[in-house]
């Protein structure tokens, strides 16, 4: 069982690494598209040890280690790497503000696109909710209160966790912003270095992988597990920006299917946060069930053909940038 459990944990956290990271693929691959082709495949190939080694598998790692500051960087790498139990329930008991920081900031990232992010409408309601865009800042801010009301009875530090969950929802969310403008500019810039764009490119890449690495956590407490699935996850995505980027954008529900995951995994997170324990298979089944459900929506969409509907809809083939 436990290594069913594991084999289940990394492919739903590999396809949760895909679907979630495929606006940040989008972005990269139309900057990439503008710069020389030495510059794209240093990115695409040196740029990975960023996405996948330093992001993905540094990023859980520390946040494991705020849990148990105490231990140390070595003692802690060293109780991960070696599995100690003692470690991995001393990391289970001080994980309610982790949880409950994660879980809002999904819930956040949820209810954000629910209502105020154009769409395809793939359910009932959408169209409706969407029209009702201006209540998010209401929603959210009730959610949040009535978090941190009930929490401090329970534990005073889930109510911080909470706190700072929305902190970084609002700091990433206004940078994302910010990136969207800038890459405006850059698409339309003709003196913009390569460097230039590679770093942005990395710093994208950077606070897209927040949403996957704290979504992570609703999957399970395990670092190795975290960073394998995740790993995994990074590489195939950075293999579709180089491939058949155009050949995903067609799967127009695959963006819908990502955030009730991610809105999903939220819920899992803030009832584990207060004790809930709901079971570890849960996430990683309803994952792949969602994501499942809203690709054969995609599918169906567009005839069931791929991309020889593709091309008599929109024009052209699905491009490559790996060249």
């Known amino acids: 069982m436990e290594i069913l459990f594991a084999i289940l944990t990394v492919v739903g956290l590999a396809v949760f690494e895909i679907v979630t990271s495929v606006d940040n693929a ?7 598209a503008t710069m020389s082709v030495p510059a794209r495949r240093w990115f695409l190939t040196w740029g990975m040890l960023t996405s996948v080694f330093l992001i993905r598998a540094g990023l859980p790692f520390l946040i494991v280690y705020s849990l148990r ?54 359910l009932r309601g959408e169209e409706y909710i969407h029209k009702k865009g201006v209540w998010f800042y209401a929603v959210v801010s009730i959610l949040l209160t009535l978090l941190i009301w009930y929490s401090i ?11 700072l969950g929305s902190s970084l929802f609002f700091i990433t969310h206004g940078f994302r912003q910010n990136a969207e403008e800038r890459e405006k500019q850059m698409l339309s810039a003709q003196k913009m270095s390569d ?18 690495v704290l979504g992570a956590f609703a999957f399970t ?9 995740s790993g995994i996850g990074a590489v195939a995505v950075r293999q579709l920006t180089a491939r058949n980027i155009e050949s995903v954008k067609k799967y127009k529900y695959l963006k819908n299917g990502a955030m009730y995951s991610i809105g999903f995994l939220g819920s899992i997170m803030l009832a584990n946060a207060f004790g809930l324990h709901l079971p570890e298979l849960i996430s990683p089944l309803a994952t792949v069930t969602i994501l499942g459900y809203f690709l054969y929506r995609s599918w169906k969409a567009v005839g069931g053909k791929g991309s020889i509907v593709f091309e008599r809809r929109y024009g052209g083939t699905p491009g490559s940038i790996a060249d």
């Open 26 to 32: 989008v972005v990269n691959a139309d900057v990439l």
């Open 69 to 122: 500051p105490e231990l140390g960087i070595g003692g802690m790498f060293v109780s991960i790497v070696s599995a100690d139990s003692s470690i991995a329930q001393a990391i289970e008991s001080s994980a309610p503000p982790l949880l409950a920081a994660g879980g809002i900031f999904l819930a956040f990232l949820f209810l954000h696109w629910l209502f105020m992010e154009p769409k395809h409408y793939g």
């Open 153 to 163: 009875p329970v534990n005073a530090v889930i109510a911080f966790g909470a706190a």
């Open 195 to 212: 460097w230039s764009k590679i770093l942005y490119l990395e710093i994208i890449d950077a606070s897209f992988s927040l949403d996957g």
């Open 221 to 229: 407490l395990s670092v190795p597990l975290i960073v394998i699935g």
